[in-house]
């Protein structure tokens, strides 16, 4: 029984698009599933510094950096979606601690899902 785990999509997906209003902006990790769920692929936070500027797949720009994410959820109203594999390091942790450190942000969703590779978080800023 092989599966690949995947976080509530769904879920916070459907919250997000009751939520969002014009002028918004949600940044994830997920451009493609964004522009499916909501019509627009929003921002990508990129998990790796060595892919490029642009998602491939979506044409949107990344998130990068701790400096791009600052700059983007001070500047606008919006959302940022994580997953659990993305709290374990990599270029992408700087952005993580971030986000669950400062005060800019306000928790919307947590959902554990049925494995420890199931989480997703949804905050404001």
Sequence with gaps: N??????????????????????DVVISAYPVLQRIYLGDAGLWLSQTSVLGNIDFYSGVKAVKTTADLANITTSRHGYVLIYRQMISGGSVGSRIHYLFNSNRFKLLYHDSGPSIYDGIWLFEF
């Design 2 to 23: 092989l599966v690949a785990p995947q976080p509530d999509f769904k879920s916070v997906f459907s919250i997000l698009r009751n939520r969002i209003k014009y002028g």
